[in-house]
């Protein structure tokens, strides 16, 4: 298993790992911003006080698209501007106001498709050593 960071397109395999991207703190000014933009009128992304009052933690909870986009932004980082061709996730456990998360991946898998060298990944976004999205991730490896 290598650091895929460090090597060529062609070198990268099964078992490489994708170097983390992390988000020290997620930011509740953002989120907010957040739901203005998708028209997201649901409180438990800007109301603290509701959340308490429903038995949530004091704290906002953070978009699924923002979860989603810490993992996009691993990605981009590692294979380039335009790498993405396909990622699914599942989101298994709320991230919060505050929360520090870390998105991390490992190829599981090579394949040339239309002249064009893809990786297969395992892609996850952690809070505290927990899992709390989990996906697949294809990319092309040529867009670095």
Do not use: K
């Given at each position: 298993?290598?650091?895929?960071?460090?090597?060529?397109?062609?070198?990268?395999?099964?078992?490489?790992?994708?170097?983390?991207?992390?988000?020290?703190?997620?930011?509740?000014?953002?989120?907010?911003?957040?739901a203005?933009?998708?028209?997201?009128?649901?409180?438990?992304?800007?109301?603290?006080?509701?959340?308490?009052?429903?038995?949530?933690?004091?704290?906002?909870?953070?978009?699924?698209?923002?979860?989603?986009?810490?993992?996009?932004?691993?990605?981009?980082?590692?294979?380039?501007?335009?790498?993405v061709?396909?990622?699914?996730?599942?989101?298994?456990?709320?991230?919060?106001?505050?929360?520090?998360?870390?998105a991390?991946?490992?190829?599981t898998?090579i394949?040339?498709?239309?002249?064009?060298?893809?990786?297969?990944?395992?892609?996850?976004?952690?809070?505290?050593?927990?899992?709390?999205?989990?996906?697949?991730?294809?990319v092309?490896?040529?867009a670095?």
């Amino acid at each position: 298993m290598s650091d895929a960071s460090t090597s060529d397109p062609a070198d990268i395999g099964p078992g490489d790992e994708i170097p983390t991207w992390t988000m020290p703190s997620v930011d509740p000014a953002r989120m907010r911003t957040m739901a203005a933009i998708l028209r997201d009128p649901y409180p438990v992304h800007w109301d603290r006080d509701g959340n308490a009052a429903l038995g949530l933690p004091g704290r906002v909870i953070n978009q699924g698209p923002l979860n989603l986009g810490y993992i996009a932004n691993m990605l981009l980082a590692w294979a380039g501007p335009s790498c993405v061709r396909r990622l699914t996730v599942s989101f298994g456990r709320p991230v919060l106001d505050g929360d520090s998360v870390t998105a991390g991946g490992r190829v599981t898998s090579i394949a040339d498709v239309n002249g064009e060298r893809r990786a297969t990944c395992d892609v996850w976004l952690d809070r505290d050593g927990e899992h709390v999205v989990t996906g697949t991730a294809v990319v092309a490896l040529d867009a670095r």
